[in-house]
């Protein structure tokens, strides 16, 4: 280290000491001996907090300096996970605050320190995490980019285990009041609901569309700072919050009606409360559809309102802002757009389309046509009048340039119509929408990109080919390396040099030590100390002993069918019945790991839930198995959690039936920390096999294309018949084995779907499946051999940052590149200077 760094060190380290004995003094209201962990926490969270503002502001004056592109990334869910520690470490203060001592402050820990931080809910799974990996890496390369999303108070659910059943409670975080969140009610933002339409007819022959009798809703951003890797460059995430202009009508509540004067307060502001409530009854529709709206409509007003503050030239809109939508939850933006364009700005529709279809990209993370999102229009009409005219308008004009292309041929023209159906029944298809009103259509794996062209929209596809494209997703190696598994980012950075954090191929040099014996030994003792403490934590939220000298196998994500964590637990019933009845046991220990939430609404993942615990018991109280064989399921699934889950693992179980899954991030994330896959040819699975070589993947399953041929003459009872060993364990499943006294046919089912209907091929993968855990088993026994083939993933991962993933979007779809510190000014070929000013 020079001496100037050490200067700027000794100046940050006297800085952020004092700054967190303020805090404590001032803000919490404490000496520094009466403070709890908590506090302890939001007082170093706070003083940090003041390092990455000022990055921030820095960040925003060099991009209105240099005039950047900026991109809009909009997301119903941003999975983050704690900010704390990812800051410190990003920011340059991790090893300053290991340093600095406080008089008087209790004896906590750093890592206690960590451990009180709650994550926020704000994201459920593979969709709100991606957000965040992008929002990190777009800050991390210098990137105008910002997020957009809701400002949640409770988010998903809260995960518990009552009798193996799932039960769900308020996640209730700190939402508002976090240490990293402020509030910018400078930008509240005004957005109309309800109401009815009035057509006038204007002099010169136009008509023009008055939106009247309306509520308002109004929208409250809080910012969350996203510090990018080395501090450079700090973005921002603006998440909003819902609230109405008057906290009760004084009149009722004079008259005695206390609850119908707070009414109107607490509809509105259940807006921003839950993430996905349910939608199995019609107030859950309405509920899901006004948040959409509402924070779609936050975003594109704050986006123009930025935008009109250097210009009124709206056809320079395109060549300044890129809005990605994440998914089709934005969708009702594109609608928004043009009705602020046409109705408030005065723009004529032709001009406001072709700006609209130039800002909008829009990126599938679906196969399943069922999951595509649609809006019955009653609902629509209901709540949102004028947009359901100006998307009725949007489909009369797309429908005349389809028939232009497909004639007469109604079963492509209904296939790719935006409002189709009649009447009660007539749906509001958003992917469509999304589709018609983006100049960019991308899948997030060469699979699912291939099949979003050749099997879900082969239509849109014919009509403009130029539109579609691949960006298979990625991970930020920040996150999911350096701050996940300190251990093993130190032992790499102490043979290869620490490049690998912003330029992840460089993990490639550590193919120069696969036969290093001290290095083997050395990758083996941090994996054993990550297992150690994660059966420490199992231990204490699950009161199940495992043993860290077993194979770990973990089956972590969201419960779906399509996922199979079905098929994972019937090969372990096959294995426990080995034991049982045959006296035939695995290879070596092996401890069974499942982590993950099913929708509330989801009663069939709910049930494989439920068998997946009783399994558990059963198994694990039972003495003839011993160590041999546990099951685990534990609860409450999220990024702090996955930070210690993923790091223990040894084998990562990737089983989506081919052809399901869009890419998956967990396989990436699970591999870039030294565990090896069993998995399908399916999503990201198939990158990530050419990438680690065939050899240090263990493949299964059925393909995508014989999983389609097999479709219409499938029959799973015949499986069922005939093969003994998958018989054994369907008739265990239908029977009381792992049934409570009371519940015999608790499990019949799961036995009716798999043996009727299958849709999922379980039983026709479940033997191979079978034969390949066998292979894992024996290689598992060889433990350097196993190492090596860890060690070859870890350096082999390097394509699936999503540094790369951000920068081919910014290359090939957002179509902007970095202003970092060092960019020079395109027009002067200097340095940029931080002006005084910022917009934000």
Not at 8 to 37: M, P, Q, V, W
Not at 89 to 104: P, R
Not at 721 to 728: L, M, P, Q, T, V
Request: aromatic share 12%; glycine share 6%; with cysteine.
């Amino acid at each position: 280290m020079n001496k100037g760094s050490t200067i700027i060190n000794e100046i940050d380290r006297a800085r952020l000491k004092l700054s967190i004995e303020h805090y404590i003094k001032y803000f919490i209201g404490k000496r520094t001996c009466e403070i709890t962990k908590d506090e302890a926490l939001e007082a170093i969270s706070l003083a940090v907090r003041e390092f990455a503002m000022d990055k921030m502001y820095e960040t925003i004056a060099r991009y209105n300096q240099c005039n950047a592109k900026r991109v809009y990334y909009l997301s119903i869910e941003y999975l983050i996970g704690r900010s704390l520690e990812n800051n410190l470490h990003n920011l340059g203060l991790f090893d300053i605050i290991k340093d600095i001592k406080i008089d008087g402050l209790p004896n906590f820990s750093l890592e206690e320190i960590f451990d009180a931080e709650y994550d926020p809910a704000l994201g459920n799974g593979g969709l709100g995490r991606l957000a965040a990996c992008y929002l990190d890496s777009m800050a991390s390369l210098g990137l105008a980019g910002f997020g957009y999303g809701i400002d949640y108070k409770f988010g998903l659910f809260k995960q518990k285990f009552e009798n193996g059943y799932q039960i769900e409670q308020a996640d209730s975080w700190l939402a508002e009041n976090s240490p990293w969140q402020f509030a910018r009610h400078d930008r509240v933002v005004k957005i109309p609901i309800y109401g009815d339409v009035e057509v006038l007819d204007n002099p010169n022959g136009q008509k023009s569309f008055v939106w009247m009798n309306t509520k308002t809703l109004y929208g409250v951003p809080f910012d969350f700072p996203i510090v990018g890797y080395s501090g450079k460059s700090v973005n921002y995430l603006r998440l909003f919050s819902a609230k109405t202009d008057d906290e009760l009508d004084i009149n009722i509540f004079n008259e005695g009606g206390y609850i119908e004067a707070m009414k109107e307060k607490i509809e509105t502001e259940t807006i921003s409360k839950v993430l996905y409530p349910s939608d199995a009854l019609e107030a859950g529709k309405e509920l899901r559809l006004k948040q959409q709206y509402f924070f779609a409509s936050c975003a594109i007003q704050d986006i123009l309102r930025r935008f009109l503050e250097k210009s009124e030239d709206f056809s320079k809109l395109p060549d300044k802002v890129v809005i990605q939508l994440n998914d089709t939850h934005p969708a009702i933006a594109i609608a928004e757009m043009m009705r602020l364009l046409v109705d408030v700005y005065g723009q004529e529709w032709d001009e406001a389309w072709e700006i609209t279809s130039k800002v909008f990209a829009y990126t599938n993370h679906t196969l399943l046509p069922e999951a595509l999102e649609t809006w019955p229009a009653r609902i629509i009409g209901r709540m949102l009048p004028r947009h359901l005219q100006i998307i009725y308008e949007i489909n009369r004009r797309f429908m005349e340039f389809a028939r232009s292309k497909f004639g007469d041929d109604r079963a492509k023209l209904d296939k790719v119509a935006i409002v189709f159906g009649e009447g009660d029944n007539q749906i509001i298809r958003m992917a469509n929408l999304s589709i018609v009103g983006s100049f960019s259509v991308n899948g997030v794996a060469q699979i699912h990109s291939d099949l979003i062209k050749t099997k879900l929209v082969p239509e849109f596809y014919e009509l403009w080919p130029e539109k579609f494209s691949n960006v298979t997703n990625g991970i930020t190696p920040r996150r999911w390396l350096l701050h996940a598994n300190t251990a093993l980012s130190d032992l790499i950075s102490s043979r290869i040099g620490d490049s690998w954090i912003t330029e992840l191929n460089d993990l490639r040099q550590l193919e120069d030590f696969v036969d290093d014996k001290k290095f083997i030994k050395a990758f083996q003792d941090v994996k054993l100390a990550n297992k150690q403490r994660l059966a420490e934590r199992i231990f204490k939220s699950t009161g199940i002993m495992i043993k860290s000298n077993s194979m770990f196998i973990v089956h972590a994500k969201r419960i779906h069918e399509y996922k199979r964590q079905l098929m994972t637990i019937l090969q372990v019933i096959g294995d426990y019945l080995d034991i049982i009845k045959d006296n035939v046991r695995p290879a070596c220990p092996k401890t069974y790991i499942f982590a993950g939430k099913a929708a509330p609404s989801y009663n069939f993942a709910k049930l494989i839930i439920k068998l997946i615990n009783n399994v558990a018991d059963v198994v694990n109280n039972d003495p003839r198995v011993s160590d041999m064989l546990k099951v685990v399921f534990i609860p409450d699934y999220k990024v702090s959690l996955a930070e210690v889950l993923i790091p223990a693992a040894d084998l990562s179980v990737q089983s989506s039936t081919a052809g399901f899954e869009a890419s998956g991030t967990g396989n990436m994330k699970f591999a870039l920390n030294g565990a090896l896959t069993i998995g399908t040819l399916d999503g990201a699975n198939i990158e990530i096999r050419e990438e680690v070589g065939d050899e240090n993947f263990y493949l299964f399953g059925l393909t995508e294309n014989e999983v389609q041929a097999k479709r219409n003459n499938y029959n799973p009872r015949e499986i069922y018949e005939k093969n003994n060993y998958i018989k054994r364990i369907l008739n265990a499943v239908n029977s009381s084995m792992f049934c409570e006294k009371d519940y015999v046919l608790l499990f019949k089912p799961i036995f009716e779907e798999l043996v009727n209907r299958d849709y999922y091929f379980v039983l026709a993968d479940l033997e191979a499946f079978d034969d390949k855990m066998e292979e894992v088993e024996k290689d598992f026994l060889n433990k350097d051999i196993w190492t090596q083939k860890a060690i070859l993933n870890v350096a082999r991962i390097g394509k699936f940052t999503s540094d790369r993933a951000v920068m081919e979007y910014a290359k090939n779809i957002w179509n902007t590149s970095p202003c970092g510190p060092e960019q020079k000014s395109k027009k002067t070929n200097r340095k940029i200077a931080t002006p005084k000013c910022m917009s934000a």
